[in-house]
C-alpha cells in the first residue's frame, strides 16, 4: 500500500467519523430538545455575527463554566419569539439574573417583557476564540430541511395508523428504535440467517459491509433513544411565586416572608422503572423527597416548598428533574449522581449500547457482511441503503 493510498484512507475515516459526530449531535438534539455540541440559529437577530441558518458548536453549561457578559449563550427564553430555545449575547448581570439582547436588536429581551435570564434557564454557551464566534455557515439550513422532512414521516405515519404517539420527540425515539430492531431482523434474515459461513469470506478479501460498523449503528439508535427516553421528560420547572402582602387560596400567591406547599407530581408513561432526582434550581424553593423510584405505567408525587421573599412583588422558583432508566441498581445510580447528574446517563447508556452490540455479535460475528452474494443474489437491505447513499 503506497503511502498516497494510506492518507486517502485515513483522510477518508476522518471525514466519515466527522461526518457522523455531526449527524449524531444534530438527531441527539432534536431528540432531546435542547444543542448537543451543535446549535443554529434561524433569525437575523445574531446578525452580523451569525446570518440564519449558521450553525455554532455549543457547550454544554454543565461544562461551560461560569458565565459572563459578551458570552452567547442558547437559554430557554419565556417571552422571545413566543419562548423556546434563543441565543443571544450576555450584556449585563443584575440581582435576578442576566441581561440578554441579540446583536442585531437595538433594545435587551429585557426590554421587551423577558424576565432576566437564570442560570437554570442556560443550557449552553457558543465556543468563542479570541472573543468570536465559531461559527459553521449554513449548518442550520440544511438540519432545518432534514426536520421538516422528518416531521412530514412522522405525520403520514401517526395518519397511517391513527395514533399520535409517533409525533414529536417521544415519537421519533419510538421511530428509530423499532427501526434499528426490524433493520437488524431483516438483514440478519436476509444476509445469511446466522450462519457464519454464508456471510464471512477470507480476509484477503475486503468485500462487504463490516458487522462492526452494522452493529455499531444499531446500537447508536439504541443509546440514541434511550437517552431521549431519559432528558426528554426532565430539565427545569419553572414556578411564579407572587410575594403578597394577603393570604390567598392559591399556592404562588404567598404572604411576604411565608411559604406554601404544593405537590409536585412526576410520571412515568413507559414500561421501564425511572429514577427521578429532584433539587432546587434557584433560590427560595425546596423539594422533598429528592429521590423517587416510579414503576412503569405509574406515577409518584413529591412536595415542593415555595419560600415567599420579604418583598412584595414577582419572583421566579425553578426546580431542576433528573430521571434516569432503573436498569442499573439503586445504589449505583445514586453513586453516579453524586458524581455529576451526567454521570449515570453515559453509564446507562453504555450498558444498553454494549449489550446491543454484544447480542449483535455473538449472531453475526466479527467478519464483513456480503452486499452481494455468490450466486448474484440481491444486496441486503443495509446494503442497498450503503450503495444507495
Known sequence: MTL???????LSRGATALLAVVVVSLVAGSLLGQPILLSYVETGSMQPTMEPGDGFIAVPSAVAGDVSEGDVVVFRAEEVQGGGLTTHRVVGETDQGYVTRGDNNP?????GGEPPVKDAQIVAKALQVNGQVVVIPHLGTVVMGFQGALETVQIRLATLFGTRSLLGTQGLATLLFALSAVAYAVDWYLTGGGSRRRRERSTGRNDGTSARLVLAGFALLVVLAATAAMVVPAGTQEYGVVSAEFDSENPTVIRQGTSSNLTYAVPNGGLVPVHVYLEPASEGVDVSPGHLRVDGQTSANATLTLHAAADTGYYRRFVAEHRYLGVLPAGTIDWLYRIHPWAPIVAIDALLGGLVYASGAAVLGQGR?????????????????RGWL
Open 4 to 10: 498516497v493510498s494510506t492518507y486517502r484512507r485515513y
Open 369 to 385: 457482511i456480503r452486499d452481494r452474494r455468490r450466486d448474484g443474489a440481491s444486496r441486503s437491505v443495509l446494503g442497498r441503503l
Open 107 to 111: 433594545f435587551t429581551d429585557q426590554d
